[in-house]
């Protein structure tokens, strides 16, 4: 059955656009509701969000759907999509809900959901709720005196501070280190300051301001741009930069130089391994991280799974093979030791504590491999399939042999936006650029006819 109102990570959509409407998300909190009652008890919601203007309009209709299902609602106000992932389990809900567009710009908005173990749902509850969603709902609704309670809370933000401390060992500090701290004037803005602070460090935040309209825009994860000049600036040993929802991060040596999610799931795995930590001999990743990691984890004898793009798919296939170490890398990094979903503030801790015991900097820290030459092209469409074009079949076939062995290609539609992503990765430069500018220029053929 093809997917109506779910993508890979949850709904998302522009705000006030369908289905990123509050009509929809009043009718998703009913269906969720729906599937998630199970039995004559108060059932229980939590629910998180970034600090997007929609985020209102979406916490309101779905705090209405849920206790139309006789649900109650615990709202959390601005929390890491980490948190409430978390706090679901501690909270003993029946789900979360994280209403976030992640690293997305302000206009966009999006709903994830966790079920009672903290793991995001599988394709068939979300088929199930995206059924009822479009069904009449009413002759399933609760008696008046059954109806759910809406309680805000403001104090669990200090439950997950504690939680994250405690990740790290207890005798370890962060006492003597400068680090620059990217928010992207999202979700994290008050904690992740905080913890770091707590630890020892002397802190130096950016992207603490969020006005509703400056989530992620010129900050964050995904431009790290401000990060690395505020490192260079303060001399700081570390910057850190989250994304909007904190379930990514990447990291700034005290050089300037950006470290992705490859190299800091390379320097968590040697760490973990060394230390006996590691329940299965490898890590998990997704067909975009870098042919270097792969190698590099080969040469210290591990090995590297790869899945379909999307966190949840790396939990997926870390659950089914034992995993307790996997990520993308665009930085989230999933520790099952420690949470169910990517934690951006973490994996940054598990880092900082390599350093700290290591006691290199940064830059030495975390390059542990040489990443070969890699691509990565996005090509904007308005509608139809253009990888299903014969040219463009043609092209990526031709490509594929071109490359042979000392390559690979990535071609796929994302599951966010109206994106077609062309990722190549080969030892020749001169070559992998040739080979994906071919695809690149057929796609764009293809979806402007």
Same mark, same amino acid.
């Given at each position: 059955?093809s997917?109506?109102?779910?993508g890979?990570?949850g $709904?998302?959509?522009?705000a006030n ?5 509050a009509e ?7 269906a969720?509701g729906? *599937? ?5 008890y108060?059932?229980r919601? *939590?629910?998180?969000k970034?600090t997007?203007?929609s ?5 309101n209709a779905?705090?209405a759907g849920f206790?139309?299902?006789? $649900?109650d ?15 679901t389990? &501690? ?5 979360g809900?994280m %209403? ?6 302000f ?10 173990d903290?793991f995001?749902?599988s394709d068939? *509850?979300e088929l199930?709720i995206?059924? =009822? ?7 399933? =609704? !609760? ?5 759910g ?9 200090d439950r997950?501070i504690?939680?994250?401390k ?6 370890l ?5 400068? %680090?620059v701290i990217?928010c992207a004037n ?5 904690v992740?300051?905080?913890i770091?602070?707590e630890?020892g ?11 509703g ?5 010129d900050?964050g994860?995904?431009a !790290? ?5 505020? #490192?260079h ?10 994304d909007g929802?904190?379930?990514?991060v ?7 130089? #950006?470290?992705d999610g ?6 968590i795995?040697e760490?973990w ?6 329940s299965a001999p490898?890590?998990?990743?997704t067909v975009m &991280?870098?042919?270097?990691l ?5 040469g210290?004898?591990?090995s590297?799974?790869r899945?379909?793009v ?9 659950r089914?093979?034992g995993?307790?170490v996997g990520g ?12 169910t979903?990517?934690d951006?503030? +973490?994996?940054?801790l ?7 015991k $290591?006691?290199k900097?940064v830059?030495? *820290?975390?390059?542990?491999f ?6 990565? /092209?996005n ?10 074009? /014969?040219? +463009?079949?043609a092209v990526i ?11 690979r290609?990535v071609i796929r539609?994302?599951?966010?936006e109206?994106?077609?992503? #062309?990722?190549?990765e080969?030892?020749?430069? /001169? ?5 994906v500018?071919s695809?690149v220029?057929a796609?764009?053929?293809a979806a402007a006819?």
């Open positions: 059955m997917r109506k109102y779910f890979t990570d $709904m998302r959509g522009t656009k369908w289905p990123m409407t929809v998300a009043l009718k998703v909190g009913m969720a729906e *599937v998630f009652r199970r039995g004559k108060r059932h919601v *939590v629910i998180g970034d997007r203007l985020g209102y309009m979406f916490e779905l705090v206790t139309a299902m006789g $649900m609602v615990f709202v959390l106000g601005p929390m890491p999509t980490p948190a409430v992932a978390m706090l389990r &501690s909270l003993r809900a029946d789900i809900v %209403i976030s567009a992640s690293h997305n710009p206009e966009d908005n999006g709903i994830k959901f966790f079920g009672p903290g995001k749902l068939e *509850v199930q995206e059924r =009822l969603i479009d069904s009449d709902m009413s002759r399933n =609704l !609760p008696a008046p005196e059954t109806l309670r809406a309680t805000r809370i403001d104090s669990m933000k997950y504690e939680f994250a405690r990740t790290l060992p207890r005798d500090n962060l006492n003597g280190m400068r %680090i990217d999202g979700a994290a803005y008050k992740a300051p905080e770091l602070w630890l460090a002397e802190v130096f935040p950016l992207g603490v301001d969020p006005d309209f400056n989530i992620n825009k900050c994860s995904t !790290p741009e401000a990060l690395a000049k505020k #490192v600036e303060v001399r700081a040993d570390i910057g850190i930069a989250l929802d904190a379930d990514r990447i990291i700034v040596d005290e050089n300037s130089k #950006v470290v490859d190299q800091l799931m390379a320097v795995a760490s391994k060394a230390a006996g930590r590691l490898g890590i998990v990743a &991280s870098n042919l270097g792969e190698r590099y984890l080969k210290i004898g591990l590297l799974e899945t379909k999307g966190d949840r798919y790396v939990v997926e296939r870390m089914e093979g995993f307790n993308e890398q665009s930085g989230h990094i999933v520790m099952s030791d420690f949470g979903t990517g951006g503030l +973490v994996a940054a598990q880092i900082l504590a390599c350093v700290k $290591m006691n900097p830059s030495e *820290v975390c390059n542990r040489v990443p070969v030459p890699q691509i990565l /092209k090509v904007r469409y308005g509608s139809g399939k253009p990888l299903e074009d /014969k040219a +463009v079949k076939k031709a490509g594929e042999e071109k490359l042979g062995k000392q390559g290609l539609a994302s599951g966010t109206p994106l077609i992503r #062309v990722m190549g080969a030892d020749d430069a /001169k070559l992998l650029n040739e080979v500018d695809i220029d796609v764009k053929k006819s």
